[in-house]
C-alpha cells in the first residue's frame, strides 16, 4: 500500500489544524507537547497557526503520541486522520 504526496499533505494539514483540540484532549500546553517531541514551542505555534507546514516526519511523530491515548486516538478516527488505509500503510499490509 503507498501513500501519494497528495494525500500525506492533506492528512499533514488536517492534524497541523486538530492540534489544539488534541493537545486540549490530553491537557497540554504548546511548550508541554514541544517537550514531549524535542522541539520549540515556537514550532507548535507555526505549524498550529499554518505559518509553517507540518512535514511528514512530525506528522508521524504526532500520531505515535496520540494514537497512544484512548481519548485522542477516538479523536483521529472522527477527523479522518488514524484511517483503516493510514494504519495499513504503518504496518506495511497490502
Not at 514551542?41 to 498550529?48: C, D, L, N, P, Y
Not at 504526532?62 to 497512544?68: D, E
Request: with cysteine.
Amino acid at each position: 500500500m503507498n501513500l501519494s504526496t497528495d494525500k500525506r499533505e492533506q492528512l499533514c494539514q488536517t492534524m497541523a489544524g486538530c492540534l489544539p483540540m488534541l493537545r486540549a484532549r490530553l491537557g497540554l500546553s504548546q511548550e508541554d507537547l514541544a517537550q514531549r517531541l524535542d522541539i520549540t514551542r515556537q514550532t507548535i505555534s507555526a505549524f498550529e497557526s499554518s505559518q509553517r507546514k507540518l512535514p511528514w516526519s512530525m506528522f508521524l511523530a504526532f500520531l505515535m503520541l496520540f494514537t497512544g491515548h484512548p481519548a485522542t486516538k477516538k479523536l483521529l478516527e472522527a477527523m479522518e486522520i488514524y484511517t483503516e488505509a493510514l494504519e495499513k500503510f504503518l504496518t506495511m499490509e497490502e
